[in-house]
């Protein structure tokens, strides 16, 4: 069974800018969750998304966005980006949601300029 | 404010000793705990968990302890191994109304002597 895919693995963006990342599940799994890696904060969750329904969200402002596909794949988005926004960006799948066990892409790295 | 906390960001052991990886919380309605190990340039892989209604998990060198009045957790690696040399994450499950909130601490770097 393949794993959960991440694309791009590596951007870099400019402030202002926005971005789009992807993120493909393990097959059957309905559930994607996101979430921000930096250094001083460690992993923080942004959303989940389960049966094309935002079903979780954390405390993140309304420039992280998020949605899925009738397939599962996922898309997260990011408008007016800021320099703060430099992190590594992890997806999640699982079966039965983010509460249980999931199972992490190799994240996609932001750097913004 | 942080609900789980892993308070040590290093921890060194030798080979072959028991590694003993601590997380705080302070959240009473996590129903379920989980631990994540992650290596450099790879997402975190899921280790074990264990729930609320227990005090002990064990899968092979991995051992998983909660104390409920401390609102304290452990896991232990024995015997530890230099591919166990990675990050380890604590994870915490709040159930509301059949959606979940999982909250993670920020990590302990495990560096295992040779």
């Known amino acids: 069974k393949a794993g959960v895919t991440q694309t791009p693995r590596y951007l870099i963006k400019t402030r202002g800018q926005q971005v789009t990342l992807s993120c493909s599940p393990i097959?059957?799994?309905?559930?994607v969750s996101w979430y921000q890696q930096t250094p001083g904060q460690g992993l923080q969750f942004l959303f989940e998304?389960?049966?094309?329904?935002?079903?979780n969200k954390g405390n993140f402002p309304g420039r992280f966005s998020g949605r899925q596909f009738s397939n599962s794949r996922s898309e997260m988005n990011v408008s007016t980006l800021e320099l703060g926004d430099s992190a590594l960006y992890l997806c999640?799948?699982?079966?039965?949601?983010?509460?249980?066990?999931?199972?992490f892409g190799p994240g996609t790295r932001l750097t913004v300029t | 404010d942080q609900q789980v906390k892993q308070n040590s960001p290093s921890l060194s052991v030798q080979e072959g000793r028991i590694s003993i990886l601590n997380c705080d919380y302070t959240?009473?309605?996590?129903?379920?705990f989980l631990w994540y190990k992650k290596y450099p340039a790879e997402g975190p892989t899921f280790l074990i968990s264990i729930s609320s209604i227990k005090d002990k998990n064990e899968d092979g060198r991995f051992t998983v302890f909660l104390n409920k009045s401390a609102k304290h957790l452990s896991l232990h690696i024995v015997p530890s191994q230099p591919g166990d040399s990675a990050v380890y994450f604590c994870a915490a499950r709040e159930r509301k109304n059949r959606d979940d909130k999982i909250i993670f601490g920020k990590g302990t770097r495990l560096h295992i002597l040779p």
């Open positions: 998304y389960f049966s094309e329904t935002q079903r």
């Open positions: 959240n009473s309605m996590f129903d379920y």
């Open positions: 999640a799948s699982s079966l039965a949601g983010a509460g249980a066990e999931q199972y």
């Open positions: 097959s059957g799994h309905r559930s």
